[in-house]
């Protein structure tokens, strides 16, 4: 029997715009402040509304009502799965068609609040998880008898980020400076990365905690997601080309990396669930799992240079991850590594089998031989100052489209 609060025909007495990425299906949790309450709170989308959860709460039958008045969504998440499900049932009927319980005094217009990030974010991986996306990087630099190197297949690559630096959708950032080899030269040189890119991910969090030394069973490991939403790794490639070896990504990811401001739990996303791509060869046990673990989640990048339009480079999808977000889970937590409420993992790049479907500008250009031409004439191989990114996701099916909104940012000039 479908869920109710899955149902494609599903309507709600709030005005849902046709396209909208936030029917009643959905009901993603953000934090949110109007001007005339300045106190950020918990709030759910609904078409070009939100629902004010700390003033609707006297209608739900949740225990703690005091985590629909707190900055962050992190008290809730802990509350559990059964809780979760419960409110979510309960604000669909809330919202439901013909239901006069609330009205629109519950409601605030999406473009009178200010939006900000919804957890407070504890620890931060990114993974490397996309095998196009790494092939196309290995073929790049180490040619294509190397391209993979010899555990990719075998464990979800992946490494510590900095949560600090994460920023909500609409925040600026200014184009990071560091050292570089440039090409052919003796000594590194300092100044600011000339190869800004982005990387098309999608993040998960963590709404369970575990104990230091226990590890979380693949099968099991959706127990301990809430939900996603979008992510943009701002990369700086001339850093993170002299810095990596042997440790890995550091200054040239740590300035700044960009979410979508809702999160989309994954009980909306359950009507979307479709298989990965086949492994091979089979991973090791603590990595296996049984049934669908991928979502048919569509995304598409824009790239908006200063007084233009918006122009898509790129459009791909969640499903092509070769690891998935279980078995990602699994292996964070194999060697004992505790979780905690609110942890951030992400994707690593999204890339799909073409060249429209790279998630990096490193790929969509070749790593800088291919310029893409835009709609002025002018060319990229990596963003200039006052160049914003548009990162977008949703699900589609049998008329249901489920939203994540949008991942926004303008690179600005270095700062002196």
């Known amino acids: 029997m479908i869920n109710k609060t899955h149902q494609p025909d599903a309507k709600s007495w709030v005005d849902v715009p046709e396209g909208s990425d936030f029917p009643i299906q959905n009901l993603p949790y953000g934090i949110f402040s109007t001007n005339d309450h300045p106190q950020k709170r ?65 409601l605030v217009n999406q473009s009178d609040a200010t939006l900000y990030i919804p957890i407070q974010i504890g620890d931060y991986t990114d993974f490397y998880s996309s095998e196009e996306h790494a092939t196309n990087v290995g073929i ?19 490494y510590h980020g900095r949560a600090s630096s994460i920023v909500v959708s609409g925040t600026d950032l200014h184009r990071p400076k560091g050292q570089k080899m440039p090409p052919n030269a003796d000594a590194p040189v300092y100044g600011p990365s000339s190869r800004m890119d982005i990387e098309l991910e999608m993040a998960f969090v963590v709404g369970k905690s575990t104990a230091l030394g226990d590890t979380v069973e693949a099968e099991e490991a959706e127990d301990y997601i809430f939900g996603m939403m979008l992510f943009n790794d701002w990369s700086a490639r001339d850093i993170q080309k002299w810095e990596y070896v042997p440790l890995g990504p550091f200054l040239g990811k740590n300035f700044g990396s960009t979410v979508s401001p809702w999160v989309v739990t994954m009980e909306a996303l359950a009507p979307f669930r479709v298989a990965g791509p086949e492994q091979s060869p089979t991973p090791l046990p603590y990595l296996q799992t049984t049934g669908p673990r991928a979502f048919d989640i569509q995304l598409e990048v824009s790239l908006q240079p200063e007084g233009l339009a918006p122009q898509v480079i790129c459009n791909s999808n969640f499903k092509y991850l070769y690891w998935s977000m279980s078995q990602q889970l699994a292996h964070q937590t194999v060697n004992g590594c505790n979780l905690n409420v609110g942890d951030m993992c992400a994707s690593g790049t999204i890339s799909g089998p073409t060249k429209d479907s790279f998630g990096s500008l490193l790929e969509l250009t070749w790593n800088g031989t291919e310029p893409i031409t835009l709609s002025d004439g002018s060319q990229r191989t990596f963003l200039e100052d006052n160049d ?12 249901l489209r489920i939203g994540f909104g949008e991942a926004t940012g303008k690179i600005l000039p270095s700062k002196k």
């Open 388 to 399: 914003t990114i548009i990162m977008k996701g949703w699900c589609e099916k049998d008329g």
């Open 140 to 158: 790049m630099f180490r040619g294509k008898d190397n391209a993979l190197m010899p555990n990719w297949k075998h464990i979800p690559v992946g």
């Open 42 to 106: 918990v709030g759910v989308a609904i078409g070009h509304q939100i629902l004010d959860l700390e003033k609707a709460a006297k209608h739900l039958s949740i225990a703690d009502k005091s985590v629909f008045s707190s900055e962050v969504l992190n008290d809730f998440m802990a509350l559990g799965k059964e809780v979760h499900q419960s409110v979510r049932t309960e604000l669909f009927d809330l919202l439901s068609e013909g239901n006069t319980t609330i009205d629109a005094s519950y």
